[in-house]
């Protein structure tokens, strides 16, 4: 009787911190498509998730649910205090575990998967998720299903993290993070498998540039088959090859190659 309860409720909750969304499909303000290939698919419910997680509270974790708009699955928790919300689950974090969310505790119960705590009190090559660049910034490194950061130095107010790309990020030892990889490791093996579900996902088909009219894409024209062009390009005429996108040069000499520790 008390499971039903709590599934009742747990319904009754979860629809409030939904919403609807407008899809845009890749249009500007004036209708004009920017981004191709976009269009279509089903319907997605937006979920407020929680990024923040500052509570100080203990939490069990009710359900865990696929959101459309995420890699990443997501969980419904409940606060010791009666507060529901959203959260990014960790992997290896199962229904009815209870998780620490706050700025620091002196109960070493609270340093397990899916706990968020600040970044001073965790202790060097921890992997964590959900970072935060600056503190009460919200969550904005680390999100995407499978990801996670080491952290590998401390200093007075700095810490620095390494990341699955290599890049090495510092950030304030009073940010917020999580504790773990991000769930849903599988989500890059899968497979798709259809033409069909590509559609649903809201992905319309690609058609190369030199199959367009010259007036559609710079690769377009001629009399069948043509040469490629010297340089490759995108339909505005930038080249799309060999170039970099990044301008920041400091940021070209921080990459470093990374060491999976799994």
Known sequence: MLRLLLNYICIKVSNKLKRGTCRRTGRNFSGKICVFHRGGGNKRTYRYVDFYRRCGLYGAICEQQLDPNRSAHVGLILYDNGLFAYIILSDGVALGLKIFSGLSNLNKN?????????????????????????????????????????????????????????????????????????????????????????????????????????????????????????????????????????????????????????
């Open 110 to 262: 609270a340093y397990i998967k899916g706990s968020s705590l600040l970044l001073s009190t965790m202790s060097l090559f921890t992997v964590i998720n959900s970072v935060e660049i600056f503190p009460f910034y919200g969550a904005s490194i680390a999100r995407a299903a499978g990801t996670g950061a080491i952290l590998i130095s401390k200093e007075k107010d700095i810490v620095t993290l390494k990341l699955r790309s290599g890049w090495l990020v510092k950030v304030s030892v009073n940010s917020v993070a999580s504790i773990g990889y991000v769930s849903n490791m599988l989500h890059n093996v899968k497979i798709i498998g259809s033409a069909g579900k590509n559609r649903v996902l809201g992905k319309r088909p690609v058609v190369r540039g030199v199959a367009m009219n010259p007036c559609d894409h710079p690769h377009g024209g001629g009399n069948g088959k043509t040469s490629p062009p010297a340089a490759p390009r995108t339909p505005w005429g930038k080249i799309t090859k060999w170039t970099h996108t990044k301008k920041k040069k400091r940021d070209k000499l921080n990459r470093r190659l990374f060491k999976k520790l799994r």
